[in-house]
């Protein structure tokens, strides 16, 4: 290992306040795919970065049950995924400067890689694998625990405002449906205007909403046709 990258790894260490036992996984955690093939690495993170998206899960979903002893399941899912998903873990990854030290080709680190919120949320998926391997579950808990707290302390005072869009979002993304589409049309005066909104997925209309306003009718368009996919999983 050059002395470069020996000192990329320390710095990452530091960074998320985990001291590796085997420093080659924090190396295949930050070996993106286009640093693997051009320099005949024989494993990029994205198995790591499998294993670490079940930790995440499951760490989260420990943190909000007992937290929020009361919290019917429902919230909770709406809780775990406001703070479990690409960009709210690439605003995380960019806090701690994890950009910086992940290990790209030349042409995706040419096309603004290290800010890319996909691979930055893999990445930070991926330590978060790493560790668990390294040193088990306690100490991957406890990273999840130190990286995310904030963010669910955060979103607690606006459960009730966790968005159904973010969920349909997120499903779409899971099963490779494509960005979902919201159609909205308004009727009646200013101060007594109705909207009705449809949720089109893949192009077809899975949900419709009515609401007083615009960002109401389709958050509810957004929960049927969450509902509607779950139904048909």
């Not at 924090?26 to 070996?31: D, E, H, K, N, S």
């Not at 093939?37 to 995440?56: I, Q, T």
């Not at 509902?227 to 999983?233: I, K, M, Q």
Request: proline content about 2%; overall charge negative.
């Amino acid at each position: 290992m050059t002395l470069e990258n020996e000192v990329r790894l320390a710095q990452c260490s530091a960074a998320i306040g985990y001291s590796f036992i085997d420093a080659d996984l924090l190396y295949q955690a930050l070996v993106h795919r286009s640093w693997q093939a051009e320099n005949d690495e024989a494993l990029s993170n994205e198995r790591l970065e499998f294993l670490g998206d079940a930790v995440l899960g499951w760490a989260v979903a420990d943190i909000a049950f007992h937290r929020l002893a009361d919290l019917p399941e429902g919230k909770l899912s709406d809780l775990r995924i406001s703070v479990v998903n690409m960009h709210a873990l690439a605003d995380i990854a960019r806090e701690i400067g994890i950009g910086e030290f992940i290990l790209l080709g030349k042409g995706e680190d040419a096309a603004g890689g290290r800010d890319k919120s996909s691979i930055l949320a893999d990445a930070l998926e991926a330590l978060i694998g790493a560790v668990y391997l390294d040193g088990g579950p306690e100490n991957a808990f406890a990273l999840v625990e130190r990286l995310l707290t904030g963010s669910i302390e955060t979103a607690i005072p606006n459960l009730e405002m966790l968005d159904s869009k973010t969920r349909l979002q997120e499903i779409c993304t899971r099963l490779n449906l494509g960005a979902p589409v919201y159609n909205t049309d308004g009727i009646g005066p200013d101060h007594e205007r109705i909207f009705t909104a449809y949720a089109i997925v893949s192009g077809k209309e899975l949900g419709s909403g009515v609401g007083r306003t615009k960002k109401a009718a389709e958050q509810v368009a957004a929960r049927i046709a969450c509902e509607s996919l779950a139904d048909n999983a």
